[in-house]
């Protein structure tokens, strides 16, 4: 475990183990939310001690989503563990790597302006990472803004076309945000042309099969929930 991993030397401010496990059921309750998501970088969070389990299918338990934090709660606990890395930060206020995983941690707390900010900060010196420009498009996305995250995928694809994540999270967009069937079968069609080995090959035959049903939709038109 890295320095960055480790509470900081305030007692009000320790990230005990509590707060570890509680931040974990945060991310996977974030996952459930975010439906088919797949984050930019497989290597998200790891810095931050934060599981990047990629593709997490729909449909939580009752259970879970009563313990589920408040928004002050997760924003608390955000605070809390991006506070070593800031203070990080004072010294190198340009890292792109350290930037990107401050905005991973307010990212899985569901902070997503203050997660845009952050990984803009790091695409400033970065520009050319797919991987945190997909997850900072995903925010995008997760803040209300479909255009908006449309514009930084395809950012992201000039700079590395055949990105398996970013071709992903562009084809749900497409499809549950501006019911561009064509487009987002377009864009999956690509990944499974492009990365012949991807994993996740049968999720993503499956979206197209399940987008191609939808044809008859006009944008803007709420898609039917995904099987499971």
């Known amino acids: 475990m890295t320095d960055t991993n ?42 931050a001690g934060v599981s990047s389990t990629a593709v997490t ?58 997660a845009i900010d952050f990984y803009r900060r790091s695409l400033k010196a970065q520009p050319s990472n797919a991987g945190v420009r997909t997850d900072m498009a995903t925010a995008y996305w997760f803040s209300g803004d479909a255009d908006g ?31 561009d069937v064509e487009g987002a079968v377009a864009a999956w069609q690509k990944l499974l042309d492009t990365n012949p080995t991807y994993e996740g090959k049968e999720k993503v035959q499956q979206l197209i099969a399940q987008a191609k049903r939808h044809t008859d939709l006009k944008p803007g038109t709420p898609a039917k929930p995904l099987a499971e």
């Open 6 to 47: 480790r509470a900081t030397s305030s007692s009000n401010e320790q990230w005990t183990s509590v707060q570890a496990y509680t931040l974990a059921v945060i991310c996977l309750l974030v996952g459930i939310a975010g439906g088919w998501f797949i984050r930019g970088s497989q290597a998200r969070g790891s810095e």
């Open 57 to 114: 299918a729909p449909g939580a338990g009752s259970s879970a989503a009563q313990a589920q934090p408040t928004a002050d709660q997760m924003k608390k606990m955000a605070d809390t563990q991006a506070a070593p890395l800031l203070e990080k930060l004072k010294a190198d206020p340009n890292n792109p790597e350290l930037l990107a995983n401050i905005g991973n941690i307010y990212y899985d707390t569901q902070q997503y302006p203050t």
């Open 149 to 179: 995250a449309i514009a930084e995928f395809n950012k992201a694809l000039t700079y590395q076309p055949n990105n398996a994540n970013t071709l992903f999270n562009l084809g749900i967009v497409k499809w549950q945000g501006k019911m």
